[in-house]
């Protein structure tokens, strides 16, 4: 069963545009992982924040968690049309890692 | 350059067949996982394994079987039992098991005919 739940489903933006999503879950947390999927293809890995952390960046990325209200966004800056795909919360309880059914991001050039 | 390769890219099943989807790894890495993902869904974990000749089920495993004899192979046998096999599979691996992070291949799509 998922655990992490996204929000919104589907989001759509200019280039140029900051994007955030979020994703809520239910049970504690190891850690909480965010992977983007282009249509048609595999998931890749984009960030890992540990359930002590905060707040982690990597590039355009900002990741944040609250573990008090069980959520985390990731937000895109200056998004590209290269952005445009799927993005998965996977949150990982005592080595069982759950996905998120995704946020669907249309960024339009 | 290393990856993961998941064959063929595209299956279809008859009525009554098992067919098998080919996972290869060349990271060196222990875990190996089965999704299904269905349209517009999350994945669904079917199997995984955190070493070789041992494997676990997942939440979804009926109507699938997996074999590790290899730390490079992990393939998903998709058996008639499985009453609803459309789908898009994945495979994917990681270090060690315990939350790390996961590799994935690009998936096989498997229809029926």
């Known amino acids: 069963s998922q655990q992490g739940e996204e929000d919104p489903q589907a989001l759509s933006i200019q280039e140029g545009e900051n994007a955030t999503m979020n994703c809520s879950y239910k049970?504690?947390?190891?850690?909480l992982q965010w992977y983007r999927q282009n249509s048609g293809r595999g998931l890749v890995h984009l960030i890992l924040i540990r359930s002590n952390e905060r707040e982690k960046h990597s590039g355009r990325l900002r990741v944040t968690l609250d573990t008090s209200k069980k959520s985390s966004s990731l937000l895109i800056t200056a998004s590209r049309a290269a952005d445009t795909a799927s993005y998965f919360c996977a949150t990982d309880n005592n080595n069982d890692m759950r996905f998120g059914a995704g946020t669907r991001l249309t960024v339009k050039p | 350059d290393g990856g993961i390769t998941q064959s063929p890219k595209y299956l279809f099943r008859k009525e009554g067949q098992n067919v098998t989807l080919s996972c290869e790894q060349n990271l060196n890495h222990d875990a190996m996982y089965w999704y299904r993902q269905d349209p517009g869904q999350g994945l669904r974990l079917i199997y995984y394994s955190q070493i070789v000749n041992d494997f676990q089920k997942g939440d979804i495993a009926e109507g699938y079987s997996v074999s590790r004899e290899k730390k490079e192979s992990f393939p998903l046998t998709v058996t008639s039992a499985q009453k609803n096999p459309t789908a898009f599979y994945l495979c994917a691996s990681s270090i060690t098991g315990g939350g790390q992070p996961q590799h994935f291949g690009d998936g096989t799509r498997l229809s029926i005919l």
């Open positions: 049970t504690s947390i190891n850690n």
